[in-house]
């Protein structure tokens, strides 16, 4: 009985599965799947291109709102990307797992200009090293000034003085440049343009 269950569960969510498809399908815009589908592509101040996104592939972008977005693209064409967002509810099954259902899906266009950073991934190399160094260095340095003062403070003992002076200084130094190692590996900056690649 708990196999036959199971067995109606998965074709039931393959059948939601098959649903979803069939709808994105029919809100994409006319003539979006008859043609060779256009793409936006991210590409440096030199021309190099980064990467590019093409309908069927997630995307995670800062609009000139402010606002960040995130969800499949189901269509890049008159110069806009179409996003897919879904209204999800959570309920409880008959076999008590926790189900997650789509309400709703709503396809929203973006005007290639109304996007004003995309998010891509970063290779790993010397900055997936720096990230992780920057961060101890400042938790190290600012934590050893910390603990310095207060030990200092407990024990009645001159604090800003002497050996103790040098000592706190290095480590705000070494904090120091660690928030800058920080700010230059993590720090979110539009150094790329997004152009729209028309293939019609």
């Known amino acids: ?49 980064v990467r590019s996104f093409y309908t069927g592939m997630d995307i995670r972008f800062t609009g000139t709102d402010g606002f960040t977005y995130e969800g499949p693209i189901t269509a890049v064409a008159h110069d806009s990307v179409f996003i897919a967002f879904y209204k999800t509810t ?43 160094l920057g961060g101890l260095m400042a938790l190290g340095g600012f934590g050893y000034d910390a603990l310095n003062i207060i030990n200092g403070l407990r024990a009645n003992e001159p604090v800003f003085k002497g050996a103790n002076l040098t000592r706190l200084g290095i480590a705000t130094a070494t904090a120091v440049a660690g928030v800058w190692i920080l700010k230059k590996t993590t720090g979110m900056k539009n150094r790329y343009r997004i152009v729209y690649v028309n293939m019609q």
Do not use: W
């Open 1 to 49: 009985m708990g196999k036959l269950l199971t067995l109606c569960c998965c074709l039931l969510f393959a059948l939601k599965i098959s649903a979803q498809s069939d709808t994105i399908a029919h809100l994409q815009p006319a003539g979006a799947s008859h043609k060779m589908s256009d793409y936006i592509s991210v590409k440096k101040k030199n021309g190099i291109t």
């Open 90 to 132: 959570r309920y409880e099954n008959i076999l008590g797992y926790i189900i997650t259902d789509t309400l709703q899906t709503e396809i929203i266009p973006f005007h290639y200009k109304q996007i004003k950073t995309i998010y891509v991934p970063k290779r790993r190399g010397r900055k997936s090293l720096l990230v992780p």
